[in-house]
């Protein structure tokens, strides 16, 4: 089966925040959807989407400490720019 791409809805908040991604995926970009929703879109096997794995999410904004996590992407949020991170 082909791979497919999904979209994971993320929030911006100070509190932790967990995924539950399929252990394959390829993380393409980090963006706003149409709806002005931040989300994260990958990419992903179908037939490979259990189990799911609890993925850590950070989005902080500029001028704030980066957390000791991989950097995803950045997106703007009207005044706001965002950067995201996950662990």
Request: glycine share 0%.
């Given at each position: 089966m082909a791979k497919t791409i999904w979209k994971f809805p993320i929030k911006i908040t100070d509190n932790d925040q967990y995924l539950?991604?399929?252990p394959k995926r390829r993380v393409l970009s980090v963006g706003l959807d149409p709806e002005g929703i931040p989300c994260i879109w990958a990419e992903v096997e179908p037939?490979?989407?259990k189990p799911t794995v609890p993925v850590q999410i950070f989005v902080i904004g500029t001028g704030e400490e980066a957390p000791n996590a991989l950097f995803l992407g950045t997106f703007v949020q009207g005044k706001?720019?965002?950067?995201t991170y996950y662990k």
């Open positions: 539950a991604l399929p037939e490979e989407l706001r720019v965002w950067h």
